[in-house]
């Protein structure tokens, strides 16, 4: 018998559909060692030895494998096709204390029939370098972790994080919202005019001024442009040039990790975390390929399959073979892009998917397919009218053939131009000057956090949902009504803390050549051991030196005009986790504190008060946000803040799920429609569906499960 060994229950499901008699398939249920909880785990004095630890949920898991193991004749270890995975199956063979003849590694990007069975005909070693270079990233990660974060805590305040990437990506945050706070704005006019010939209308655009070409900003006020509108007004107008060309549009190419997550986020409304997650869910049904890759690559089968589904569902002319090159650095050419396991399963005949899954299989299919198919070909017209003075210009484009549009890519806008001579006179109906604003540099979205971060070579596929996802939970950052990241107060002062005094670890080409040199690792080029060296030693250093040199009291204090009313001396403002408050400067004998008059912006922000019917207003303590009463001390009503969690309640279909905080401190979640509606979790939910029951699935800390009890 050989014992087959994959990550997770589905994969080894779907795998299991292929192979019949004489493989076992099981699952590990993801890592089966890590580094301990409760310390560095990483020994600086031996060489940067990593003491890895069976986690306690992984013991009884590890027992079942090592005695299946004692009855296979040859064990396989089928984990995911990147470092993580090489790692991992390094990680098993080392728990199950297998001997070198006994296990063999398989590595496939697509889980089919044909994938599956070509592994096994070339079955390798362990490269221990890719396990290395993961092992490094492993170690800068716990290394920054477990240093930089206690004196963060001790700086700042406790259940504050420090990381290589994150914090870049926090920097990258702070200082767009710098440059928008900086941002002056500018006022500028353009000029549009109507004009018929024949019976046909025109609209043009004020392009050139007595042959001087309009710039940007060159119309500053409505006086100007006024006067221009006037001075238009009086000249005659005729057509000085027709120009006709057939230009093409090519489709985009396959997906890899980030450009799924970026499309996802634009058309789906998904966060990168869930897209993830519903990739991971795709891949192990067998219907996407391996969805951590920063490869553009594409096997010769999937684009034949691609080829014949296209010719025999659209036609020949619309195929058209395409290669892509890989842009991303340190790209693993070994991998493919991200596509359907098998073309030709339209998301049409893919049932048993759930509506996230099919959401996301469609994106994926789609950009795929038009990733093969023929260019769109536009004929684009510009017409040229003339006067004494002013040049105008009208534009239009119109499909000629839709290519790939067929498929994928949205509607392209379609204006068609009336058919005019050269010199043909024109009637002027109309003038219209538009005032404008030039526009300071938009927030990161998810979409476009990711996207600076690949373009800067910070972390690779498998890191930047991870990112976004610490920063916000440690209230560095917070998302507008728009859904776009802005600094809070405390993710701004350890962004400002860690720029002046650690800048190496915010650095983002610092944090880029180390990603390059992990490559290296996985490469056998350098040694990871030197380079966590060269990384630990003189961060060691340089926080030794900075708990000497920062007090926490000017990082966390400063003074203030108010005066504490019970006992008179001066109150200054405190920062805590959640924002500044004021304290009382004579503590501890008086420890008075109160939160800080709310900003212009959380005025705006009422509710009205149930007790008393007075306006309900959002204040800040030192235990957080509130709604808190006007009419205090008359009133002394106050209000939680709920957390939405984006998820409709199952029970009344009315309320969302919030989460709320019990008498103990606890969280748990429960309907905004409370007392009318009782339902709760003690979990917080997904927004996905159990496939057997149709309950909500919940994250019981990091895994995924049924809310049913009852629901095996």
Same mark, same amino acid.
């Given at each position: 018998?050989?014992?087959?060994?994959?990550?997770?229950?589905?994969?080894?499901?779907?795998?299991?559909?292929?192979?019949? $008699?004489?493989?076992?398939?099981?699952?590990?249920?993801?890592?089966?060692?890590?580094?301990?909880?409760?310390?560095?785990?990483?020994?600086?004095?031996?060489?940067?030895?990593m003491?890895?630890?069976?986690?306690?949920?992984?013991?009884?898991?590890?027992?079942?494998?090592?005695?299946?193991?004692?009855k296979?004749?040859?064990?396989?270890?089928?984990?995911d096709?990147?470092?993580?995975?090489?790692?991992?199956?390094?990680?098993?063979?080392?728990?199950?204390?297998?001997?070198?003849?006994?296990?063999?590694?398989?590595?496939?990007?697509?889980?089919?029939?044909?994938?599956?069975?070509?592994?096994?005909?070339?079955?390798?070693?362990?490269?221990?370098? !890719?396990?290395n270079?993961q092992?490094?990233?492993?170690?800068?990660?716990?290394?920054?972790?477990?240093k930089?974060?206690?004196?963060?805590?001790?700086?700042?305040?406790?259940?504050?994080?420090?990381?290589?990437?994150q914090?870049?990506?926090?920097?990258?945050?702070?200082?767009?919202?710098?440059?928008?706070?900086?941002?002056?704005?500018?006022?500028?006019?353009t000029?549009?005019?109507?004009?018929?010939a024949?019976?046909?209308?025109?609209?043009?655009?004020?392009?050139?001024?007595?042959?001087?070409?309009?710039?940007k900003?060159?119309?500053?006020?409505?006086?100007?442009?006024?006067?221009?509108?006037?001075?238009?007004?009086?000249?005659?107008?005729s057509?000085?040039?027709?120009?006709?060309?057939?230009?093409?549009?090519?489709?985009?190419?396959?997906?890899?990790?980030?450009?799924?997550?970026?499309?996802?986020?634009?058309?789906?409304?998904?966060?990168?975390?869930?897209?993830?997650?519903?990739?991971?869910?795709?891949y192990?049904?067998?219907?996407?390929?391996?969805?951590?890759?920063?490869?553009?690559?594409?096997?010769?089968?999937?684009?034949?399959?691609a080829?014949?589904?296209?010719?025999?569902?659209?036609?020949?002319?619309?195929?058209?073979?395409?290669?892509?090159?890989?842009?991303?650095k340190?790209?693993?050419?070994? &991998?493919?892009?991200?596509?359907p396991?098998?073309p030709?399963?339209?998301?049409?005949?893919?049932?048993?998917?759930?509506k996230?899954?099919?959401?996301l299989?469609?994106?994926?299919?789609?950009?795929?397919?038009?990733?093969?198919?023929?260019?769109?070909?536009?004929?684009?017209?510009?017409?040229?009218?003339k006067?004494?003075?002013?040049?105008?210009?009208? $534009?239009?484009?119109?499909?000629?053939?839709?290519?790939?549009?067929?498929?994928?890519?949205g509607?392209?806008?379609?204006?068609?131009?009336?058919?005019?001579?050269?010199?043909?006179?024109?009637?002027?109906?109309?003038?219209?000057?538009?005032?404008?604003f030039?526009?300071?540099?938009?927030?990161?979205?998810?979409?476009?956090?990711?996207?600076?971060?690949?373009?800067?070579?910070?972390?690779?596929?498998?890191?930047?949902?991870?990112t976004?996802?610490?920063?916000?939970?440690?209230?560095?950052?917070?998302?507008?009504?728009?859904?776009?990241?802005?600094?809070?107060?405390?993710?701004?002062?350890?962004?400002?803390? !860690?720029?002046?005094?650690?800048?190496?670890?915010?650095?983002p080409?610092?944090?880029?050549?180390?990603?390059?040199?992990?490559?290296?690792?996985?490469?056998?080029k350098?040694?990871?051991?030197? !380079?966590?060296a060269e990384?630990?030693?003189?961060?060691?250093?340089?926080?030794?030196?900075?708990?000497?040199?920062?007090?926490?009291?000017?990082?966390?204090e400063?003074?203030?005009?108010?005066?504490c009313?019970?006992?008179?001396?001066?109150?200054?403002?405190?920062?805590?986790?959640?924002?500044?408050?004021?304290?009382c400067?004579?503590?501890?004998d008086?420890?008075?504190?109160?939160p800080?008059?709310?900003?212009?912006e959380?005025?705006?922000?009422?509710?009205?008060?149930?007790?008393?019917?007075?306006?309900?207003?959002?204040?800040?303590?030192?235990f957080?946000?509130?709604?808190?009463?006007?009419?205090?001390?008359?009133?002394?009503?106050?209000?939680?803040?709920?957390?939405?969690?984006?998820?409709?309640c199952p029970?009344?279909?009315?309320?969302?799920?919030?989460?709320?905080k019990?008498?103990?401190?606890? &969280?748990?979640?429960?309907?905004s429609?409370?007392?009318?509606?009782?339902?709760?979790?003690?979990?917080k939910?997904?927004?996905e569906i159990?496939?057997?029951c149709?309950?909500? !699935?919940?994250?019981?800390?990091?895994?995924?499960?049924?809310?049913?009890?009852?629901?095996?």
């Amino acid at each position: 018998m050989k014992l087959i060994i994959v990550e997770s229950p589905t994969k080894s499901k779907t795998i299991q559909k292929f192979l019949k $008699s004489g493989y076992k398939i099981v699952s590990s249920y993801g890592h089966v060692r890590d580094l301990p909880k409760s310390k560095l785990g990483i020994d600086p004095e031996k060489d940067f030895e990593m003491k890895y630890v069976v986690p306690t949920k992984a013991k009884k898991v590890v027992k079942e494998l090592k005695e299946l193991s004692k009855k296979a004749d040859l064990i396989l270890l089928a984990t995911d096709p990147d470092r993580e995975g090489e790692a991992i199956s390094w990680h098993i063979a080392q728990a199950l204390d297998l001997s070198e003849d006994k296990f063999k590694r398989i590595v496939f990007h697509e889980i089919t029939e044909s994938a599956i069975k070509e592994s096994l005909n070339h079955p390798r070693e362990i490269d221990i370098d !890719l396990v290395n270079a993961q092992q490094a990233r492993r170690a800068l990660d716990r290394i920054v972790g477990y240093k930089l974060s206690p004196f963060l805590w001790k700086k700042v305040v406790r259940g504050l994080s420090a990381g290589r990437v994150q914090s870049v990506a926090l920097r990258f945050v702070v200082e767009r919202e710098r440059e928008i706070e900086k941002f002056k704005e500018d006022e500028f006019w353009t000029i549009d005019a109507n004009f018929k010939a024949q019976e046909k209308e025109i609209t043009a655009k004020l392009v050139e001024i007595r042959g001087e070409k309009l710039k940007k900003l060159d119309i500053k006020n409505k006086e100007e442009a006024n006067q221009i509108s006037e001075e238009m007004k009086k000249e005659s107008y005729s057509i000085a040039d027709i120009k006709k060309k057939e230009t093409k549009k090519n489709p985009l190419p396959p997906f890899t990790t980030s450009t799924l997550q970026q499309e996802a986020y634009k058309k789906l409304g998904f966060s990168s975390k869930m897209t993830m997650r519903t990739a991971q869910q795709l891949y192990e049904k067998g219907y996407s390929t391996y969805h951590r890759t920063d490869s553009l690559n594409i096997s010769a089968q999937a684009i034949s399959e691609a080829k014949a589904f296209i010719i025999e569902k659209y036609g020949e002319q619309y195929w058209e073979s395409r290669r892509y090159k890989t842009k991303s650095k340190g790209a693993q050419e070994a &991998h493919e892009a991200i596509r359907p396991s098998y073309p030709s399963r339209s998301p049409e005949n893919s049932k048993d998917l759930d509506k996230r899954q099919l959401a996301l299989y469609s994106l994926i299919w789609k950009r795929f397919m038009a990733s093969q198919m023929a260019s769109t070909i536009l004929d684009q017209t510009s017409i040229d009218i003339k006067s004494e003075s002013f040049s105008l210009r009208a $534009s239009g484009q119109i499909i000629k053939f839709d290519g790939f549009l067929k498929v994928y890519g949205g509607k392209l806008e379609e204006k068609e131009l009336p058919s005019l001579s050269i010199d043909e006179i024109l009637e002027l109906i109309e003038v219209i000057p538009s005032q404008h604003f030039t526009q300071p540099p938009a927030r990161y979205t998810e979409a476009s956090l990711i996207k600076i971060l690949e373009e800067k070579g910070i972390g690779r596929p498998s890191t930047y949902a991870p990112t976004l996802s610490v920063i916000q939970e440690r209230n560095y950052v917070q998302k507008d009504d728009n859904k776009r990241f802005y600094p809070t107060q405390i993710g701004t002062l350890v962004n400002d803390l !860690l720029v002046k005094h650690f800048s190496k670890i915010v650095d983002p080409e610092f944090t880029a050549g180390m990603e390059t040199d992990l490559d290296k690792i996985s490469e056998g080029k350098i040694s990871w051991t030197s !380079l966590i060296a060269e990384f630990y030693e003189p961060l060691e250093k340089l926080i030794k030196e900075k708990e000497l040199e920062i007090n926490k009291k000017d990082i966390t204090e400063r003074k203030s005009d108010e005066i504490c009313e019970k006992c008179g001396s001066e109150m200054i403002i405190k920062l805590g986790r959640f924002g500044e408050f004021f304290a009382c400067n004579n503590y501890p004998d008086c420890k008075t504190t109160k939160p800080i008059e709310e900003t212009p912006e959380e005025k705006e922000k009422t509710e009205p008060c149930e007790k008393c019917g007075s306006e309900m207003k959002l204040k800040r303590s030192r235990f957080g946000v509130f709604w808190g009463c006007s009419n205090y001390p008359e009133c002394k009503n106050i209000r939680k803040i709920e957390i939405s969690t984006g998820v409709n309640c199952p029970k009344c279909k009315k309320g969302e799920i919030v989460q709320k905080k019990s008498k103990r401190g606890r &969280h748990f979640y429960g309907c905004s429609s409370y007392p009318d509606c009782d339902f709760i979790l003690n979990q917080k939910p997904t927004g996905e569906i159990c496939s057997k029951c149709s309950s909500l !699935l919940v994250l019981d800390k990091k895994e995924t499960k049924c809310s049913n009890k009852e629901c095996s």
